[in-house]
C-alpha cells in the first residue's frame, strides 16, 4: 500500500499563486506515474496533470496548460503541481494519486492510490 498525503491549498485571490505538494510513504513514488486531479461542487472529479516516472512526460489538461506545472522529486519523494494565475473556476478540492501502469493517456480507474485532499478556494 502506497499512502500520499497532500499539502499546501488554501485560499487565494484570482491572479495569484498556490504549490500543491503530495508526499508518498516508503520512498516508492518513483515506481509511479503520479497525477492530480480536482473535483468541484456538484462536477465530476477531472484529470489536471500527470507526469511519468523519470518525470521526461507530462500532460495538463486543456483548462490549465500554460498556468500549472507539474514536478517531481523522486529523491524527496514528493511530487508538485504549482498553480499560476488562479482562476475562481479552479476552486476544487485537488487531489495526488499513483498509477502503477505504463505511461499513457490518464484515466482516474488507471490510479491506485489516491490522497485525501487539499482543498484550494480562489476568490474575485
Known amino acids: 500500500q502506497v499512502q500520499l498525503v497532500e499539502s499546501g491549498g488554501g485560499l487565494v485571490q484570482a491572479g495569484g499563486s498556490l504549490r500543491l505538494s503530495c508526499a508518498a510513504s516508503?520512498?516508492?513514488?518513483?515506481?509511479?506515474?503520479m497525477g492530480w486531479f480536482r473535483q468541484a461542487p456538484g462536477k465530476e472529479r477531472e484529470s489536471v496533470a500527470a507526469?511519468?516516472?523519470?518525470?521526461?512526460?507530462?500532460y495538463y489538461a486543456d483548462s490549465v496548460k500554460g498556468r500549472f506545472t507539474i514536478s517531481r522529486d523522486n529523491a524527496k519523494n514528493t511530487v508538485y503541481l504549482q498553480m499560476n494565475s488562479l482562476k475562481p473556476e479552479d476552486t476544487a478540492v485537488y487531489y495526488c494519486?499513483?498509477?502503477?501502469?505504463?505511461?499513457?493517456?490518464?484515466?482516474?480507474?488507471?490510479?491506485?492510490?489516491w490522497g485525501q485532499g487539499t482543498q484550494v478556494t480562489v476568490f474575485s
Open positions: 494519486a499513483a498509477d502503477p501502469t505504463p505511461w499513457g493517456t490518464p484515466r482516474p480507474e488507471k490510479y491506485a492510490y
Open positions: 516508503r520512498r516508492t513514488l518513483g515506481n509511479y506515474v
Open positions: 507526469i511519468s516516472r523519470g518525470g521526461s512526460n507530462t
